[in-house]
């Protein structure tokens, strides 16, 4: 079942087209995964989904209702952490929780008290004492206290430490088993390679690459790690490697998938002394993109950033 949904998504600010046919599609207990370098229009998109911006062309709905039209009645199954997040300074850590919760129709004290363990949150602490680090903390546990059916994720790990990112993926997983959905965007693709299903990389407003982990390095090949007792001649040249590093001993390269059997062929000539092969990282799959666009840009022939 779909629970969010965009179609041929276009915002425009003056001539600039800040989002350019953005499809995104989000199925029931799926973790989506939304990356892309800054100014690429990830946020646009979520400020669109959760009816703060009004889309210059196309379509977004949630639960089957217009993302615009019907905001408030998709807010009461929707959970959103922003990547900055403004308090009131006047409160306490634990009084914007319950307020929060409670605008949801939520009133789950043992999970509110589990979560302030979990993620070692003083809650009575005014919040303008709090740092960047504390108040995500409070946006996160008002969020996984809620009983929400969609969580909207916009770099909500930024400013926690590491442990506390560990518990943040601890979170997600439990609320995927228990059928949420997530849309997650971020900019730590290690977190990405963790816990989503799907991925879409959006660049320049556009969605250049989409579908699962599997699917994206499947497109991109094979990384091989290569020792041989002889030197391996015009390796550069070989039909369908690239990105080329040595490694100590090493030579690590990248095969495109069709391609494999040709290369392993061509460099066992050479005496293999060890050979180690692993799929792209999701880094390896985005920079892939990046760098594609800087050398557009450079060349004269990309647009705005």
């Not at 079942?1 to 989000?26: H, S």
């Not at 363990?117 to 546990?141: E, H, M």
């Not at 590491?162 to 997600?172: I, K, N, T």
């Amino acid at each position: 079942m779909t629970v969010l949904r965009t179609v041929d998504l276009t915002k425009k600010f003056g001539d600039f087209a800040a989002l350019d046919g953005v499809n995104i599609e989000v199925g029931e207990g799926e973790v989506y995964g939304f990356i892309g370098p800054n100014g690429a229009g990830k946020s646009t998109t979520l400020r669109i989904l959760l009816g703060i911006l009004k889309a210059s062309e196309g379509h977004a709905e949630i639960f089957g209702k217009d993302a615009w039209k019907e905001a408030v009645e998709i807010h009461k199954r929707v959970a959103y952490v922003p990547g900055d997040i403004n308090l009131w300074p006047n409160l306490t850590g634990g009084e914007v929780i319950d307020l929060f919760v409670k605008l949801r129709g939520g009133n789950n004290l043992d999970r509110r008290q589990e979560l302030i363990r979990k993620f070692d949150l003083d809650p009575t602490k005014k919040c303008r004492t709090y740092s960047k680090g504390n108040r995500q903390k409070v946006a996160l546990i008002a969020a996984f206290s809620s009983d929400v059916d969609l969580y909207i994720l916009d770099e909500p790990t930024s400013g926690l430490d590491p442990l506390m990112e560990r518990v943040f993926q601890e979170y997600v997983l439990d609320a995927k088993k228990q059928g949420k959905s997530i849309l997650l965007s971020s900019h730590i693709l290690s977190e990405v390679e963790k816990l989503c299903d799907k991925v879409a990389i959006i660049r320049e407003g556009k969605i250049i690459e989409t579908g699962t982990l599997k699917e994206l390095r499947h497109l991109t090949g094979t990384i091989l790690l290569v020792e041989t007792r002889e030197p391996i001649p015009n390796l550069e040249g070989l039909k369908g490697v690239s990105g080329i590093q040595q490694k100590g001993a090493a030579l690590s390269f990248q095969v495109d998938a069709s391609e494999v059997d040709h290369a392993i062929r061509y460099i066992s000539q050479f005496g293999v002394t060890r050979i180690e092969s692993s799929p792209p990282t999701l880094e390896e799959l985005f920079m892939r993109h990046y760098e594609g666009t800087s050398k557009a840009v450079e060349s004269g022939a990309g647009g705005e950033s």
